[in-house]
């Protein structure tokens, strides 16, 4: 029942009970989400607020002085090379990795669909590098890819591919890529459980009409699987960009962002400027031009989450 | 089936097959990098190039690390954080997602969406302004620094998850409780609860995943190295010149164990938890 009817409704007295049995009964609605309400505005809502507030100031993590300078963040950093480049490389990274894990995601989903032997197995073997730690998977990429004593430059060396071993993740044209694959192999698995979700939930009987007609395999899926999969493929790879987009962990652990800043994305910057090098009201404004983009991406997801009007 | 029909789909079997073990290996090769180094002796790590099978295996660096490194202080820290994240996130979710389960109300369409908004609100991009928050609270070098934020961007995936789970609790059940004078606190231990207990497991498994496994949070709020948990004491052995790469691949091999045993026991709430929200039934 609505609050405009509650309140409609008809004799004096009774309204008046009911419409405090309906305060009653919603104060202790709101008393319930109170916590959890306050909890968020203090830890999420109140730094969003103290970003952007710091974004306008020079403040030092080092002391209390802070100056208030207006937008001259945002000016200088407009007019910097450095943001341009820092866009372009993250935009390398964000699309070459979500590239890379929605394409292995949708290989290994297509292949454990059917009547697998073992498919638990499979699947749980499939999820483990997206539930370990990315410090540790980042580590243990940065061992494989160790110039002098990595298994790459060994495998790579055996097969004759290379006759000197190359160090990756000190060349700073080839570094991004080392870094990448590390994170496509973290987020691979997320894709692969959602897409397989997104198939079981094809129904078989479009698979087998599709046969009856002769249709070959390619085509069933061109025609049947991918445009039913579509809304699945859609969110998986939104929250994927999103992800890949705010990667942190991976990056700062295999190479800080190095060489000669090479592998640094906007939010690695976030933290080289804001926290590593104490300028708080800069990395604030490069925090600012990060929500932005999260911002838009949020918008698309709501769109798609609460299309068609579907009850929350 | 003629003999060739046969011979097809068997075929077929052996390439699928086929496809997902090559698929695992080479998901797997990371792993065996990791494990493999470990069990080799300190002059054999340091081959160059590397060998690929250990030549003289011995679990001598699992004996080696509990003195040489603080691979347990690391993983009980872990464990506090992850367990006081579990528990604050609960403690918020629990009220907030069966209120707006059993209530209409203004507002709960924003609280429900703004939560979800949190969600993607990925804490990097908050890092400066939570620095300047956790520093006005006086919470530096404290678990608190580190369970605070990871409870707060846990929360949204806590609440949507059991906010859709009560939904399908029949309010009937709750309403002949109350008849036999069941207090409000009785009625949600005893009865909303253990039937919500698919959805309970899926949001205690995400919220331990995800407070063991993140370092940024302990990287930025906690210096003092007493408190570091597992990714922040890997992280710490990553030398600029020197690195002890046996003792520090041992360490992470510790630091996953208890993760590979939550997965085995886990795995369906795990899958169900990841695909919430994005698939919908």
């Keep these: 029942m609505s609050l405009a009817e509650e309140y409609t409704e008809t004799s004096d007295d009774s309204r008046l009970e009911r419409g405090l049995a309906y305060v009653q009964r919603n104060s202790r609605a709101y008393l319930l989400i109170a916590p959890a309400a306050v909890f968020l505005l203090a830890v999420v809502g109140y730094p969003i607020i103290e970003t952007f507030r710091l974004s306008l100031y020079q403040s030092p993590a080092d002391s209390n002085i802070e100056t208030f300078v207006g937008l001259q963040h945002y000016v200088e950093i407009f007019n910097s090379d450095i943001f341009y480049r820092l866009l372009w490389q993250t935009g390398r990274w964000v699309v070459a990795g979500v590239a890379g894990k929605t394409l292995l995601g949708l290989l290994i989903a297509v292949h454990l669909k059917g009547d697998i032997r073992g498919r638990k197995f499979f699947r749980t073997a499939f999820l483990i590098p997206w539930g370990i730690p990315y410090a540790i998977s980042a580590v243990v990429f940065r061992w494989i890819e160790h110039p002098q004593f990595g298994y790459l430059n060994a495998i790579l060396l055996k097969l004759g591919i290379i006759e000197q071993g190359i160090g990756i993740l000190g060349n700073p044209s080839l570094a991004w890529l080392g870094v990448v694959v590390a994170d496509i192999w973290i987020g691979t698995p997320f894709m692969a459980i959602i897409f397989l979700a997104g198939l079981q939930s094809i129904p078989q009987e479009l698979y087998e009409a599709a046969a009856i007609d002769g249709a070959e395999k390619w085509h069933q899926f061109r025609y049947i699987t991918l445009p039913q999969l579509k809304s699945v493929v859609l969110i998986a790879t939104l929250l994927s960009t999103i992800w890949t987009f705010v990667s942190f962990d991976v990056i700062w652990t295999m190479t800080g962002g190095g060489p000669i800043s090479s592998t640094a994305t906007l939010v690695i910057h976030i933290y080289q400027v804001g926290l590593q090098n104490g300028n708080l009201g800069r990395g604030a404004a490069y925090s600012v031009i990060g929500f932005l983009f999260l911002f838009g991406f949020a918008i698309i997801y709501l769109r798609i989450y609460t299309r068609g009007g579907d009850e929350l | ?281």
């Design chain 2, 1 to 281: 089936m003629t003999m060739a029909g046969h011979d097809r789909s068997s075929l077929r079997k052996v390439r699928l097959y086929g496809v997902l073990i090559g698929l695992l290996g080479l998901m797997m090769l990371p792993f065996y990098a990791m494990f493999s180094s470990t069990l080799k002796p300190e002059s054999e790590i340091f081959a160059a190039p590397a060998t690929l099978v250990p030549s003289d295996p011995s679990l001598q660096a699992y004996l080696q690390v509990w003195t040489q490194t603080d691979v347990l202080l690391w993983v009980g820290n872990s464990f506090i954080i992850s367990v006081g994240t579990v528990v604050l996130t609960l403690l918020l979710a629990i009220p907030a997602a069966y209120s707006c389960a059993r209530n209409d109300f203004v507002g709960k369409r924003t609280f429900l969406l703004s939560v979800l908004v949190v969600q993607m609100f990925a804490p990097v991009v908050l890092i400066v302004g939570l620095f300047d928050v956790i520093s006005q609270m006086g919470l530096f070098n404290t678990y608190l620094a580190v369970i605070v934020p990871a409870a707060a961007f846990t929360l949204p995936f806590n609440v949507w998850m059991l906010y859709g789970y009560f939904k399908t609790i029949p309010v009937a059940l709750e309403e002949s409780a109350r008849i036999d004078g069941a207090s409000q606190l009785q009625i949600l231990t005893k009865i909303v609860l253990p039937l919500t207990k698919p959805a309970l497991v899926a949001s205690v498994t995400y919220t331990f995943l995800y407070a063991w496994n993140r370092l940024l949070f302990v990287l930025t709020f906690l210096t003092d190295s007493a408190k570091y948990n597992i990714p922040r004491g890997v992280f710490s052995m990553v030398g600029a010149l020197q690195t002890d790469w046996r003792m520090m691949l041992t360490v992470s091999v510790i630091g996953i164990i208890p993760l590979l045993i939550l997965f085995a026991f886990l795995e369906e709430y795990i899958v169900a938890g990841m695909t919430a929200g994005a698939v919908k039934e």
